[in-house]
């Protein structure tokens, strides 16, 4: 897993799926071509954000209706970068994304895929919300959420997306980040691509 397909795994799991087979390349333009994904050189931020756009407009009808939450995601990440120092480097790519995008390739979800894995996360997320329904305050469910360090990055991705609640997804993630050491330095990766 790569810096780019944790950031669109991390807004949107099954877009992300998207990506895992993808070969990354250099263009000219944002596009999928064969089983490369085209990418011009631009900031990661930048990168992060159109490659999901792309991904979500290659979409049929019906799949991007099932992901339009995951769409509210990619426009909160646009508005997060864009009110941030980011904004001044990377707001021409976020403001006028078209510019920089092409759809060609449609994309189609796997989500028979998908299904199996959310069956392998799923134990975990039951898990989770069990030890939330019996723990009296955050520190207490940090030490006693210690299992999470089995899971991959990529199921720890797909966890964190599962557990749809805001303030169940910000307990998952810290305790992720806490217990899990693939997850934690992959989110430094991230960060570390994000800033330049």
């Known amino acids: 897993m790569d810096e780019l397909e944790f950031c669109i795994k991390s807004m949107s799991y099954p877009l992300g799926m998207c990506v895992e087979n993808l070969l990354r390349e250099e263009g000219g333009t944002l596009t999928i071509s ?7 050189k631009i900031p990661f931020a930048a990168k992060c954000y159109l490659t999901g756009l792309l991904l979500f407009a290659s979409l049929d009808v019906v799949d991007r209706k099932r992901l339009s939450d995951d769409y509210q995601k990619l426009e909160e990440f646009k508005q997060k970068i864009l009110n941030s120092e980011l904004g001044k480097t990377v707001g021409d790519y976020l403001r006028e994304p078209w510019e920089y995008i092409r759809v060609g390739t449609s994309t189609t979800i ?6 199996r894995r959310e069956e392998e996360v799923k134990p975990y997320l039951r898990r989770i919300v069990e030890l939330r329904e019996q723990t009296s305050d955050r520190s207490e469910f940090l030490a006693k959420a210690d299992f999470l360090s089995e899971l991959s990055v990529d199921a720890a991705l797909l966890l964190s997306y599962l557990s749809e609640e805001a303030g169940l997804k910000e307990l998952v993630n810290a305790a992720l980040g806490k217990h899990n050491r693939e997850f934690r330095e992959m989110v430094v990766r991230y960060f570390k691509a994000l800033r330049g």
């Open 34 to 40: 064969g089983n490369a994904l085209l990418l011009p």
């Open 110 to 115: 796997d989500w028979l895929e998908f299904e």
